[in-house]
């Protein structure tokens, strides 16, 4: 353990120096939001304006290219479809049976309201269909978008299996035969150095197995669980002897290695240590003569040079290419099989499936008829407690003993008003109907019952007379609605002489009987008249949600109280309903109201609506229940107001009140009866229209009505509804004839009929004219009573001074106004609205031919801005067809500009939270006027020029924000109107450029010109305002491409364009990608962008092709959208993120949509459009440093600069692709996996390279908290020597200067599925060797004109794209969440919670990383295949090459799917085929990478992937057997040994059973090779993996000592020490070290490793004659550097490849090595070394770094010898005892440096972790001070460690060295 002592190297925290951060470049941190990132010196570049491109004149270059076109075999991409739009007829469809308007109401009509409200119900709708308009907006609103497969692929990878999978091992790797064995033995310490003692043997369970290669394995375990893997092994076939050896242990025996150690073992009896010693001894035997065969056999068939030269050569190469040509096939097959059931990226891509509705525009659909909460009322039964039978005989049922009428209506008591119309019930039975049979012609305006044979409507009246379900409807539920019902009887007196029988508990048949007989009289004399007699309520709804309350009941009927029967009475005492006490006050009538409600249902067949009109499924029968339509009174509200769409004409008179106390005309007038009728005329022969809806039992319409009467009330309340329906043109004569009779109660009469004739009496009249100044009288209006009626009453007219005109009246009381009636209009063709009213009205006059004045005209206009909201939106379609006719017919530009101001007004009312309305205006209703140029010009023309009237007027501003706010309405209705203009007109057939006008392009343009302003200094003050009208707009020209010239279109993207710039504010960002994303998805976009060549001359071919892959100009002339949109988002990516984020989203959205449409679903089709997007590639390699991130972290990532540190803030990183995860566990530490915390505690690298940057380490304890910020960084401007990428500064997007700061992850991640989505579409179907799709030569002429350094990048986004889109595995997705509740991090990756969320997630991602897999891998198999000869140069070792090779080896470094990786192994095995030279000649750098990823796959839990990785490694030995003819494989040979070093180094546990089990795939490959056995292969393939074996028995013990990292090194150092004679296995243990160090932040240490690194190889150089100087250069860095002059030129030297190249890249490293340890005085040291050779090249730039470095290091050595502050550690003494554990370390001590200010109590509470877990806690203890251990007080104590503080280790003699270096 020595190498713990002296490690002398730490780093102390020093000030950042400023000349190390990047200047001028916008490389720091993120920017806020809003902020524009600029600096200093680049200000003025960020903000210039990109160059103006003027788009080609697109109509002209069609007719130019026409035979191209023509000739094109896909030119349906190039050409707009024929008949690209149309215009139809929508049948209007209403809910009735019949035409929602009556038959002669057109003919009636005279009023121009009336005329035009009738012909917008009758009118069907107007429709402009766009042929391909479901193509035309996001890809999520494809009709026939392609779905995501039900069922996707399963895809099987390693990073899933379980990690404590118990596997049978012990069956992994063997093979059926052979001797086995197993039992209980004590196994001895394997290290000969150690004394040996009794308490050293352990108790082992040993099992011997035989390999699959022949060989034997003797396995140990704990314990009998042989199916697990084994503690340790012992190969058997470098085993030379058992003997037997009892010197230390009865029953001992010893296995004697080849490498002179030994392993001891002892059996637990005599009889076993003979079967041991005997069952190996036989093994032995059998192998040394089996090995004594093949010596023989190799000897007998070896062949000569010379026979090689000759045709036995020929022979060999013959039966090679054979098992070539085996793997060819093989390969071929996997290629199949690999483009089969290929999914599209896009298609598994998160956005596609994301429910995101923000960009998709509202369905929208015609108008119709709506309602509110509809329910049904069920009348069942009223019955009273009073009953009896009411038959002349008796016989028949009990009943009610007298006839009840019910009437339902709601009441609403939160606003206090009736809400419905009444509803009337007729609930007697027909026995107790009969009683009326006598009244019923009066009732029924003596039609008597002769009606019945009567229809209305279709439906025979009966049907109609006895309603007893209705449907009634709340537009705004809540609890505070309450259906009432009130119940009348027949006029019979006072209500309560005739409640008080009813009252009575008692059920006497006396009264019943009496009852009877004065019911019977009543009915038989005043059958007609009806009294109050009670009343009910109950809650309809149980909330606002309009759920309805179906427990409640009726209450108790209460009895009506005969003073206060008014509806506003009424609505009183339901406002105490709720109240009990208030309630029980009430006197309550003894029976039972049943009426049920439900909700409406389909089941409703048979309705008819409130006009008595059938709704559709009617059906006609006797039987059948017909359901009633009651009509509800919508508050005059806009939010509750629709547009009317149905003809309803209906008219509600509600008498009130009369007040006859003070009248002297009439001797009696008590009983008082109003009857109501309506009139035409007030001359004598005049008669009453029936119009009236008459009661149930009667006629469905009667010439009149009867209100209810109150007995002796001279001042009667009425509640009473009359419902009447009106005349289509109403006049002036038409009005209501109001006519009061007393009637009179007594029936002591026997009823004679001069008698009948004294039963009424008429006591006045009043009449009510339904027009005043032409609209329909409303509201409540009080009117004087007449005690006469004279002719013509109606033209009495009130002069004043007590003169009239007209006839004489006898007023009574004095003409006061005593009568007091309401009336309520519910029509659809007549308003109540002055303003509208008045300006039909003069539009009429106009239109009949009268002077029209523009100025009378223009303030009838104004006047509609007073219009009343609810009445706008009732009458919408009827005002907004009215106004483009006066707007079409406008011969003054006031006129036009105030009816678009009227426009403006009306939608922006209408925008409430009714903007539908219009929308289905616009497109179901709108028609242009007929074009005439004499009588009137076009509405898109008109509206047009009134626009751009009112945008340039400043003064009326808010209008012109209304406008803008609200342009979509006018944009649209300008297309719609120029759509029906050129079908109408026929000129859809003229060229483009003459369908329009130039005037009326000139005004478009203008228009476009004069919104810009607004919309560009608006967004601030008004974003709502400057957002609409950006997207209207937006939508005006994407529409104006089917319409118009589409060049002018072009033209005017380009006005719109040149209002912004970079540097723009956020929101204009927002607003400029939101216009270009609405243009992009016009449905003809790829035609817009002519995917074709535009080559000189005649181009067939696509090598011809003049592609453009960067962003000429040429290239965004003639594809115009596609060019802008890619120079825009170029631009925007310069920009911060949330600007860099909105292109990217338009751009990846733009792309899924070519790849879902259905148009294009030919792969060739997919090509061409790909092509469209070549120039992304260059977009691509301008930011590659900027998508070169490989970490693919669900958290936010914020990148530092181009220093090369991370930025604080937390990222995850994955761990080697073979590295077993963590087991999920209870606590936080175990509960995550692994490679999550991989960041946290240093333990994960992404793929493990040779040198990890320190920038990497992120501790969880002390060893790393104290890393300064400046130790982690590289030598100044380090990276920018390193950057492979060319300076792209003057290929900037408006030649701005370019950031270096990273994209985020998730913007890396949209550009590289673009980038993928390109390269597939551009190779789909590509095989190798079989199928070249011809779009693959475009690909080929990119590769042929990029650069080196191109390429270079081009393949770094390639391996980009292989990290961001790995697989992690389903427990790193399920941890993302519990990590980020536990740390506090938002993660919106889409990873959900549940474990079915996390299935379907991984499942998704693994097809993601599988197709990203198998597209980059065709792209490497495509350019290795073509570019054969340039990867060639200098026999495969150029940089291109390596570039190459990396990223195929990319693959097998990250998790991929075991079928992608059967793929991959294939492509591999092509690449040694094709180029030996790379792997087997020259520097071995990429034989040796290939050997360690290959050795790695060795070890893969799966199976298949084992066998792929032996099967390509013994494809590789048998490559280099052949390139040596047939001499050896020495490279390989060297360099898997070398590999497999290399993994014991990293601890990646390889040695296993999977391990061993691939060593005899591999030995049984070379076994069964016919074509080698004749040689010395087998044999050497065979040695091979003896001494793989025997290094992996040596360094079994760092496995034990993975989580000591001091004891791990001192491990390593030996075997460093021990590999001293061969340079290229002590190189690899010293890189080893180092990664261990700088894992630990031991970075001093890691240093001497390189110094120690590089003194090897310039010892090497020395020997070889190539460098003057040897190891000795390095003495005056470190003393112990002799120990690289003990190298031997054996055969491990014949296959070394070191050069000058390799040293000066190794004494760099050193160099940096020492900056980032602080150790600054040594860098001059090594730079004496390198700068010789740079003056030498005379490489100038170089050496102008080096001297700048210089100067920056001997800086901060003056600034630490001036404050004197640089600590680099602390040091502890320790000192351990325990003879059991620790064997021959018993009381040794050494010095623990740990970093700078380490507690004491820090570095002793790692140790006692790390013990206690190793040897149990209770055997552990730990002593702080530094005096003599007494260990007699200690010897139940196994183990005993002492602590203690040095002040200053040079107190100690370390002048000497005592371990591997100072």
Sequence with gaps: MQGRVNRLFKKEPVSVDPVQKCKGALCESEPDVGEVPHTEGAGRNLDAKPKDIEPIDYENVLLQKKAQIISDPIRDMLLFPNEDFQIGMLKRHGRTLLPIVPENARKEAHSLLVTECIKTYNTDWHLVHF?????????????????????????????????????????????????TKQGWLHKGNMNS????????????????????????????????????????????????????????????????????????LAADSDQEMDEWIGSLNKILQSTFEAAMQEKRNGESLEISDDELSGQGRSEHVTSWESLHCEFTKSAREIETKKNEGRLKLFVLDADTQKLDFSNIEPDVKPFEEKFGKRFVVKCNDLSFNLQSCVAENEEGPTTNVEPFFVTLALFDIKNNRKISADFHVDLNHPT????????????????????????INGIPESMLQHPKQGIFSVTCPHQDIFLVARVEKVLQGGITQCAEPYMKSSDSAKVAQKVLKNAKQACSRLGQYRMPFAWAARPVFKDSQGNLDKSARFSALYRQDSNKPSDENLLKLLLDFRKPDKMIKLPVILGNLDINIDNVSSEFLTCVNSSYIPVKRFENGPKVTVTHEVEEFVPCLAKLSQPFTTYNNHFYIYPKHLKYDSQKSFAKARNIAVRIEFRDSDEEDSQPLKCIYGRPGGSVFTKYAFTMVLHHHQNPEFYDEIKMELPTQLHERHHLLFTFYHVSCDNSSKGTTKKREAIE????????????????????????????????????????????????????????????????LVSTVYTQDQHLNNFFQYCQKCDSGAQASGTELVKFLKSLHAMESHVMINFLPTILNQLFRVLARATQEDVAVNVTRVLVHIVSQCHEGLEHY????????????????????TVHEELTKSMTVLLRTTADFLTCNKLLKYSWFFLEALIKSMAQHLIETGKLKLFRNQRFPASYQHTVETLVNLLMPHITQKYKDKPEEARNANHSLAVFIKRCFSLMDRGFVFKQINNYMKWFSPGNPKTLFELKFEFLRVICNHEHYIPLNLPMPFGKGRVQRYQDLQLDFTLTDDFCKNHFLVGLLLREVGSALQEYRDVRQIAIGVLKSLMIKHTFDDRYTAKSQQARIATLYLPLFGLLL????????????????????????????????????????????????????????????????????????????????SRGSLISTDSATSLPERNSDKNNSLDKNHGCVGGSVMRCDKLEQTEIRSLLMCFLHVLKSMSDGFVLGKYYPRSLDALITYWNKASTAELMDFFTILEVCLHQFRYMGKRYIASIRKLSSVLGISVDNGYAHSDADVLHQSLVEANIATEVCLTVLDMMGLFTHVFKGQLLADNGHNPLMKKVFNVLLCFVQINQSEMALKAVFAALRN????????????????CATMCYEILKCCNSKLSTIREDASTLLYFLMRNNFEWTRRRSFVRTHLQVIIAVSQ????????????????????????????????????????????RIRTVLMATAQMKEHENDPEMLVDLQYSLAKSYASTPELRKTWLDSMAKIHVKNGDLSEAAMCYIHVAALVTEYLKRKGIFKQGCTAFKMITPNIDEEAAMMEDVGMQDVHYNEDVLMELLEQCADGLWKAERYELISNVYKLIIPVYEKRREFEKLAHLYDTLHQAYKKIAEVIQTGKRLLGTYFRVAFFGQGFFEDEDGKEYIYKEPKLTQLSEVSQRLLKLYSDKFGPENVRMIYDDGKVRRAAFENICLLCQFSFLSSPLSLNLMQPVASFD
């Design 918 to 937: 219009l929308r289905s205006y616009i497109k179901f209703v709108f028609k242009t006027e007929p074009y005439n140029s004499s009588k009137c010009k």
């Design 193 to 264: 150095a150690i004394s040996v003692t009794m308490r050293s043997f352990k108790r082992r369970f040993f099992h011997l197995t035989q390999l699959g290669d022949g060989s034997y394995i003797l396995n140990f375990y704990k314990d009998e669980k042989i199916s697990k893997e084994p503690k340790g092994s012992i190969f058997l076939d470098s085993c030379m002897g058992v003997v037997q050896n009892n010197r230390i242990r009865r029953f001992a025996f010893e296995l004697k290695m080849q490498d002179k150690s030994s392993y001891l």
């Design 1182 to 1261: 301008e930011n590659v440093q900027r998508i070169n991130v490989k970490d693919c972290s669900p958290f936010p990532m914020n990148q530092a600069s181009n220093s090369g540190k991370e930025d604080s803030s937390f990222s995850l990183q994955t761990g080697n692709t073979m590295l077993t995860p963590q087991k999920l566990g209870n606590t936080l530490d175990n509960s995550i996996h692994k490679d999550v915390f991989g960041v946290i505690s240093g333990t994960a690298s992404p793929h493990g390279s040779s040198t990890p940057t320190i920038s990497a380490v992120r501790h969880a304890d």
């Design 761 to 824: 009496s008429q006591v006045g009249y009043a009449w009510l004219p339904l027009l005043k100044d032409g609209r329909v009288v409303t509201s409540e209006n009080q009117i004087p009573v007449s005690a006469n009626l004279p002719l013509g009453y109606l033209s009495y007219q009130e002069l004043g001074m007590g003169k009239h005109s007209g006839p004489e009246v006898k007023w009574v009381d004095g003409a006061k106004h005593i009568f007091k009636v309401a009336t309520h």
């Design 1471 to 1486: 690449l040694v085929y094709k180029f030996p030279s790379t792997f087997f000649e020259g520097r071995a750098d990429m």
């Design 1543 to 1586: 993994l014991i180094a990293d601890v990646v546990g390889i040695g296993g059973t999977r391990f061993q089990q691939s060593l005899a795939i591999i030995n049984n490959c070379a076994n069964c090779d016919r074509s080698v056995k004749a040689t010395g292969f087998p044999s050497e393939v065979k040695d091979l993996t003896k």
């Design 131 to 179: 042929k391909y308009e479901d193509y035309s907006g996001d890809f999520r609103q494809l009709a026939n978008k392609a779905p995501r497969p039900e069922k996707l692929p399963v895809h099987v990878f390693e990073v899933d299996e379980d990690v404590d999978k118990d596997e049978d091992t012990a069956s992994l790797g063997s093979q059926k035969g052979g001797i």
């Design 432 to 455: 107790v109907r009969h009683m009326l049979s006598n009244s019923t012609s009066i009732m029924n305006g003596g039609d008597g019952l002769a009606t019945s044979q009567k229809s």
